[in-house]
């Protein structure tokens, strides 16, 4: 079965905690992923494809200090993956169109775990706090009214309130954008 | 070897990374690096001698203010660029603010003095000797986020490096005002953003060979 970004991150995240199981699942979920990247990309033989898949995976191991756990986790993975490859046609001395990463990631099929929810992110991160939260739980994690006022500790007609407020001025700045 | 061999060996070594792991690397960098730099200011340049009178002017804080929002300038560039997602770097203009300020002030300055004496203000004896200490003053500090580097995943190597460049430079020019006791703005917008100038352009010409990963 094929990973979601929400499965893939939680790996990431209890490896950057120290735990070794969920970065080997990490790792071997990521081995196809990286395969089906390359292959579609490269005309190279098997053997160059299967290098580089070992080169991201190391890269991704050594370099996962510069991965930020509040951000999308499979536009990280995909950034590292191209750099690999440009840096592998780099050393043969062939060019390749540079890709932008949002085009990477909807041929990957990780467009609404990672476009949409930059853009959410963006947008939410303009509101108070709590507007902010009890839209997220709400709206996007999917909780009751009563549940997210439970979470957040405040009252139901504030949690209401807080959506609709944020909501608000979420619609305004959008429209705001467009004119 | 197979990928199942490859990552059980990498899972072997599985050390717990803390939050802002990125941040804490290039702060631990330039704590290192710039105590080499204050080492060779102190003990090499030597302090001004005029130093506990000079903190009481507003002028030692202005040059340094203008060399430490070049650091800060190029700390917020390089914290993007050890991403490899850094598709759209943001707050790049903010460089062109303290050049901005600097700049009326040495306008005011020029105004002040008689055009026949612009010329002198401008070049001076020994113009390159002040961008040249400032430019080696910041290569222990380029060399420790060289070193920092090495866990983090720049996808733009000339960028990276250029922005290595300005924050080891700017960061080398604020400690060099201990040294340094020239106030006049017109010397500093010359000398000073020359020196951290020419350390971002050598660290943008060494970026992709030093960062390469």
Not at chain 1, 83 to 111: N, S, T
Not at chain 2, 80 to 85: E, M, N
Not at chain 2, 115 to 138: E, I, K, N, Q
Not at chain 2, 200 to 211: D, E, F, M, S, V
């Amino acid at each position: 079965m094929r990973a979601t970004e929400d499965q893939l991150k939680a790996w990431m995240i209890r490896g950057l905690d120290g735990d070794a199981k969920a970065h080997a699942a990490l790792l071997g979920a990521l081995a196809p992923l990286l395969s089906a990247f390359f292959r579609r990309r490269m005309h190279d033989g098997q053997d160059d494809i299967e290098d580089l898949v070992q080169d991201t995976l190391i890269a991704i191991h050594t370099r996962r200090d510069s991965y930020d756990r509040d951000r999308v986790f499979s536009a990280w993975m995909y950034s590292v993956a191209r750099y690999k490859m440009i840096d592998h046609f780099r050393a043969a001395r062939r060019h390749v169109p540079f890709e932008g990463l949002e085009d990477i990631l909807v041929a990957e099929g990780f467009e609404s775990a990672s476009n949409a929810r930059m853009d959410v992110d963006v947008l939410l991160a303009e509101l108070p706090d709590k507007q902010a939260r009890t839209i997220r739980d709400t709206k996007i994690a999917g909780f009751s009214v009563t549940e997210a006022a439970a979470r957040s500790e405040i009252s139901e007609s504030d949690v209401k309130v807080s959506i609709h407020r944020g909501l608000k001025s979420l619609a305004a700045r959008m429209l705001g954008d467009r004119r | 070897m197979t990928h199942d061999d490859l990552i059980s060996a990498l899972a072997r070594d599985v050390r717990p990374v803390p939050r802002h792991a990125a941040g804490r690397r290039i702060a631990l960098a330039l704590v290192l690096g710039g105590a080499v730099t204050l080492a060779l200011v102190v003990f090499g340049l030597g302090v001004r001698p005029d130093l506990a009178l000079a903190v009481r002017g507003s002028m030692f804080w202005m040059k340094g203010g203008y060399t430490a929002a070049f650091a800060a300038c190029g700390l917020i560039l390089l914290l993007q660029l050890a991403r490899p997602d850094a598709e759209r770097i943001r707050w790049t203009a903010l460089v062109l603010a303290p050049i901005a300020v600097m700049a009326v002030l040495s306008g005011v300055e020029m105004a002040r003095m008689p055009a026949s004496g612009w010329h002198a203000l401008w070049m001076g004896p020994m113009w390159l000797y002040c961008p040249l200490l400032v430019l080696s003053l910041s290569a222990p500090i380029f060399a420790g986020l060289v070193w920092a580097f090495r866990r983090l995943a720049p996808s733009r190597l000339p960028a990276a490096g250029a922005a290595a460049g300005l924050l080891a430079g700017a960061v080398a020019a604020t400690l060099y005002c201990l040294f340094c006791q020239q106030v006049s703005p017109v010397y500093i917008i010359t000398r000073y953003t020359l020196g951290m100038a020419l350390a971002t352009g050598l660290g943008a010409l060494l970026g992709p060979r030093l960062l390469r990963w």
